[in-house]
């Protein structure tokens, strides 16, 4: 095994003071010339972009690590986590496109890919564009709101939902129940958040076998009614159907109002790019893509060595399991000029906060379009835009990363 | 050293020296080629990385594998002699090859 050096920073992604600033954190483990040994998950932590874009991209690195863990193994490391004795969540939750490789990974991400394209989401603009009309027409007249959960959290589900084919009137339960399920992926895991995750999987299970049942009596232009006709044509299974609904509706729901808050909060903090931005609309692209970066929504995801492999200069065993910090690395200063700065215009910016390799985000493209008519929209409509409460507090955890609320002013334009 | 050139819709060339064994998307994402976003970082799995042949070269190169063939079906107005520039080997008989790249 490799000897430690001693840090000089205190790696608690639990802690207020990570969840207040990571990136200094981030920029110490980046300091030291090897990779962390995070202890407590039995996870060596990347932070330098080369590395985490290398394990990313190595098609030796899989998310599950079924390839070299017996059976009874696996199940042990599964109650280690807390993640056993839970039928649904097993089923439908544990097992999906995302946690998959090889054959399964490459079959279902074919069947979804199609429908996650430039093309197919830029017939979502318009339903988008109203739905958000809409909402701003409703807040319009408050001098002051939480920008978080009276604006961002009634967006993506929303749109997802109707992507996928869920009426609007059911978003909010999509909400909750991806809000239910999502939190035990945190570490801690106690029983009371297991039954309750537990228990949104069978509800959700539940719903979509209600609303697949309407979908089989009349098709529609939906995602929902695509993927009953690639399952009817042998592509998919029903389980693998109903964990690929529920994985669309969990992936994009709380990143999506995570950076949306974000992305509004770096405009506040840093009001000449607010301007730049507010002068300068054909900006939005890249200001956009500088959001993403800045504060990535996700900033932590593993993958497991199959065989032996170096990494940032040294060899690790077959089974080691890597952290990949997304967020560190889109504020690695080898890549980045002026990581720390939000720059609306940035150009390059190859960042990771989608990923990279066979798992890429495929909600990139409904991401950034909900993000450009939503800042769009805000600048066309309001002034003054302002933090009303400069004590802006992010959630805690290493996994997820937005504001847990954003008090802001602002007035009709 | 391989010398390629890439030419962008607007009608501007780009062109670099690149080291065989390379892809041709990372050679025009060294080069500073914008219109190849090349998201997922080359690993056939976001299809932003789309480049154009020509004729005589996309006959000579290793034909794509299927997992290319089906994400070039979601490109943008694909073309014939289409190909995902990370799935290109560039190679020493390549030198002086003029690429296209489509705007995104």
Not at chain 2, 57 to 77: G, H, N, Y
Request: negative net charge; contains cysteine.
């Amino acid at each position: 095994m490799f000897t430690d050096p001693a840090p000089n920073f205190n790696f608690d992604p639990q802690s207020a003071a990570f969840a207040a600033d990571p990136y200094t954190t981030y920029a110490a483990m980046r300091a030291i010339d090897m990779p962390y040994y995070w202890e407590e998950a039995d996870t060596w932590m990347l932070t330098k972009m080369a590395d985490v874009e290398a394990v990313a991209l190595n098609k030796n690195m899989l998310r599950n690590n079924e390839a070299f863990v017996s059976e009874i193994d696996r199940k042990e490391q599964q109650r280690a986590i807390n993640f056993h004795d839970m039928p649904y969540h097993e089923r439908y939750v544990q097992v999906n496109l995302l946690e998959s490789e090889g054959e399964t990974h490459s079959r279902l991400r074919k069947v979804v890919f199609r429908e996650f394209t430039p093309a197919m989401i830029s017939r979502q603009r318009e339903a988008i564009q109203t739905f958000v009309d809409g909402l701003l027409e409703e807040l319009s007249d408050q001098n002051e709101i939480d920008f978080v959960s009276d604006f961002a959290a009634h967006v993506p589900g929303h749109i997802i939902g109707r992507v996928l084919g869920v009426p609007d009137e059911d978003a909010p339960k999509l909400r909750h129940w991806s809000e239910e399920v999502v939190r035990f992926f945190d570490p801690g895991r106690e029983d009371a958040d297991k039954a309750r995750a537990e228990f949104a999987t069978k509800e959700f299970y539940e719903y979509l076998l209600d609303l697949l049942a309407t979908r089989e009596a009349a098709l529609q232009d939906d995602l929902l009614s695509r993927l009953i006709g690639h399952r009817d044509a042998g592509q998919l299974s029903q389980d693998e159907l109903i964990a690929t609904a529920m994985l669309i509706l969990m992936a994009g729901h709380g990143s999506t109002i995570d950076v949306l808050g974000s992305g509004m909060h770096a405009l506040l903090r840093f009001p000449d790019q607010n301007q730049r931005l507010r002068d300068d609309a054909a900006l939005m692209k890249t200001a956009v893509q500088e959001m993403f970066r800045f504060e990535s929504p996700l900033p932590y995801f593993h993958r497991f060595a199959t065989e032996e492999t170096e990494v940032g200069g040294r060899k690790f065993p077959a089974g080691t399991r890597f952290g990949l910090l997304y967020g560190a690395a889109n504020h690695d200063p080898v890549r980045f000029d002026n990581p720390d700065k939000f720059d609306v215009g940035r150009s390059p910016n190859r960042h990771l906060a989608f990923g990279g390799g066979g798992h890429f985000c495929l909600g990139n493209h409904l991401a950034r379009l909900d993000m450009d008519v939503i800042f769009s929209s805000i600048n066309a409509r309001f002034s003054g835009i302002e933090l009303a409460d400069t004590k802006v507090e992010y959630k805690r955890g290493l996994s997820v990363r937005g504001p847990k609320a954003l008090r802001m002013g602002w007035k009709r334009a | 050293m391989v010398k390629l050139t890439f030419l962008e819709a607007d009608g501007s060339q780009v062109e670099t020296d690149v080291a065989p064994g390379n892809s041709l998307m990372q050679a025009a994402v060294n080069a500073g080629v914008d219109a190849i976003a090349a998201e997922c970082g080359g690993a056939c799995a976001c299809g932003t990385c789309h480049c154009v042949l020509p004729q005589d070269w996309f006959e000579r190169v290793a034909a794509p594998a299927s997992d290319e063939i089906d994400m070039l079906e979601f490109v943008i107005e694909p073309q014939p002699t289409s190909r995902l520039s990370c799935q290109v080997v560039v190679t020493e008989e390549m030198q002086d090859m003029v690429i296209s790249v489509p705007d995104t």
